[in-house]
């Protein structure tokens, strides 16, 4: 953690700063609005809305349909905005090479670039995943630690690292800060106990986005799984730095009827290792 550059949310008589929340439509970014509306004015970017929801203005919420694979897209999504969440992208750990780049680090790429011509972004939060550290889990090197070297388990989790370098570098050149969440399996409920031991709770979550909007620093990356994880996952710096006192209960898994998050079959993660474990991080 570095720095002291963030984001407050409204105060009375004041108004409210603006956030954008990317990927809005989708599940984790339905979570993010009900956590911050009422909080700060929201403008809500996705692919598409329904007919009549696109650029409505309705209680601090704005609903703006965008590709923001387009040359200026992001340039308009964060037109006056103080911060941004960024949730969009293809977010699914069984992708190849290419979609990870063009559906992950490329639009992170494209946040970097406008993010640094803005003259009002005080702070991105990236929704960055824990398929980052995916070998240590394949490995069994538990609990994993925050500070350890990426040792993503996917494309998609490698694609996720990139874009946290490239946000790194960003708040070295400008004043932009950046918190990075390392991201478990978030508000599902969990299909094996596998994905039980990664969950993060819906309330836990939104405890989250708010210090990641809120607590000074420059630039930071931590995990974020609620407590029936920490035996796998090491909350330490999370706690210590975003304040972070997680409260949901781990659900048991249930299993799916349509399939949904069933254990991947691309990613490494819950696939067993081909070699001993490295003895790099064994004692640390």
Known sequence: ????????????????????????????GQLTSQALAGHYRLRLIDLDWPVGDSRDDVNGIERLALDLTE????????????AVVHLAGNAHPEIEARTAVEGGAMLAAGLAAAA????????????????TMGLYHREAQYPIRQHWPSRPCC???????????????????????????????TGYAPVTTGYASQWLGPGDYAQLLHASLTVPMRYGTYLGVSAGATRKWDLTETIRDLGFHPGDPTPAPVASKTGENQVPQHCLMFRPPTLPPSPDHAED
């Not at 009375?12 to 990317?22: A, F, H, I, K, S």
């Not at 640094?116 to 398929?131: D, E, M, Q, Y």
């Not at 690292?161 to 800060?177: G, K, M």
Request: glycine fraction near 10%; hydrophobic fraction near 45%; include cysteine.
């Open 116 to 131: 640094s011509g803005s003259a009002h972004l005080k702070r991105i939060v990236f929704a960055s995943s824990i398929h």
């Open 1 to 28: 953690m570095k720095g002291q550059f963030m984001v407050s949310g409204a105060e009375e008589g004041t108004t409210p700063p603006l956030v954008v929340v990317t990927g809005a439509a989708g599940h984790v």
């Open 71 to 82: 040359r200026g897209a992001w340039d308009a999504a964060i037109e006056s905005a103080q």
């Open 155 to 185: 494309e998609y989790g490698a694609a996720k690292v990139f874009s946290e370098n490239l946000l790194e570098i960003l708040t070295e050149r400008t004043p932009v800060s950046v918190v990075c969440l390392r991201l478990g399996l």
